[in-house]
């Protein structure tokens, strides 16, 4: 009995360690596309070096790639805020958002 009680407390604060993840990326969605999109240039840069093809090729490659990782972090923020509206229905208008 006591692991069950200890366990569903566990689930709890994973709960709401994810719900305030959401919230911080529901608040800041430039900052997270932004970042989201420095590390995808950052790793594709870092993969691309280690292949033998010219540098200009290594860029547009990054590029390119770091631009699709940026789409599937739009996509997945409007699921985040489709997510959070579900969570929050009356919390959260379009009058309130900043952008």
Same mark, same amino acid.
């Given at each position: 009995?006591?692991?069950?009680?200890?366990?569903?407390?566990?689930?709890?604060?994973?709960?709401?360690?994810?719900? #305030? $993840?959401?919230?911080?990326?529901?608040?800041?969605?430039?900052? +997270? &596309?932004?970042?989201?999109? =420095?590390?995808?240039?950052? !790793?594709?840069?870092?993969?691309?070096?280690?292949?033998?093809?010219?540098? #200009? $090729?290594?860029?547009?490659?990054?590029?390119?790639?770091?631009? +699709? &990782?940026?789409?599937?972090? =739009?996509?997945?923020?409007? !699921?985040?805020?489709?997510?959070?509206?579900?969570?929050?229905?009356?919390? #959260?208008?379009?009058?309130?958002?900043?952008?």
């Amino acid at each position: 009995m006591a692991q069950e009680s200890s366990s569903s407390s566990g689930g709890v604060a994973a709960m709401s360690q994810t719900e #305030s $993840l959401v919230d911080w990326i529901v608040e800041n969605k430039l900052k +997270a &596309i932004g970042y989201t999109w =420095l590390t995808g240039i950052g !790793g594709s840069l870092a993969y691309q070096w280690s292949r033998p093809i010219p540098a #200009s $090729l290594k860029v547009i490659h990054s590029r390119v790639y770091a631009q +699709a &990782i940026t789409l599937g972090a =739009l996509g997945a923020m409007a !699921g985040l805020e489709a997510y959070h509206r579900t969570l929050h229905p009356s919390g #959260s208008s379009r009058e309130e958002d900043a952008y």
